[in-house]
């Protein structure tokens, strides 16, 4: 299972290119384009400005359903999305790999582009009254991009181009469109819990998909994660799984989700399969 999984992920990331970054390139510059036409510059109150009754409406119709919202945003936490994983490092740790270099290039690139940016977030601009807010409220000048969607689209789309399908054009395009999909109503449940702007929330999809095809060139081009595969790894891993356990029990005991419970689950059924692989590599 390990070698079959792994090679597929090992296959499939070898045949992506620069070229792949053509078309997120390019619908970041459309963007770009969208928001200097309607708002006749690039300044903040411009960029909430045309997209101030989209966010309402689309926050309005997406908090009708707020304990489903609240669970889908959690995704975009790195401990809950990353947690659902964790049997991958067992058996196909090459997508691990690509998910450690993403999530450095995805910290640096997140925190100087909120910095550089600086929008404020619904909460710091619009009457708190006038709009849903699930969980807890979030202001602050932090808007652009949305975190939360770059990581969910991190993880989307290592999935992706890790498991695609390649003998069967049909079967590709359902899958690449299932992924995007999920990775979609996934990224606007931040408007529906009132956290970011509808295009917060697209440019984080799409930046994420760039760090993730960024990460596996990077890959691609040496074994830079290789003590993933020694046994001596297994032990810092089961520590960290030990830790997470905990980490997540609090926040159940905090906020009752469904979510935390699945990612619980995940992270007790890996734990149990590491003790058992790294008990055997002993004998």
Known sequence: MNKNLNDKATLNFTNIKVRHLILPV??????????FQKGKSFSTTEYINIQADIFFYLNSLLSKTPN???????????????????????YAPKLWKVLFTSSIISLIVSA?????????RP???FD???????GKTIAGSTSLPSGHTMTTFIVISTLLFAFTPTKNNYAKVFFTVFCLTIGLFIAFSRVAVGAHYPLDVIIGSIIGY????????INNKGDYWCWINKRKFLLIFMAVLVISIGIIIQKITKTNLFIYY???????ITLYLT????GQKKH
């Open 112 to 120: 100087l582009l909120k910095k550089l940016f600086a929008v404020p």
């Open 128 to 134: 708190n009254d006038s709009f849903t807010i699930i």
């Open 26 to 35: 390019i619908l970041l510059i459309g963007i770009t384009l969208f928001i």
């Open 123 to 125: 909460a710091a601009i």
């Open 275 to 278: 003790i058992r692989i790294y």
């Open 210 to 217: 760039m760090i993730t095809i960024v990460s596996i060139l």
């Open 262 to 268: 699945l990612s619980l689950l995940s992270i007790i």
């Open 68 to 90: 489903l919202q609240y669970n889908l945003t959690q995704f975009g936490d790195a401990l809950i999305s990353y947690s659902l994983l964790t049997v991958f490092i067992l």
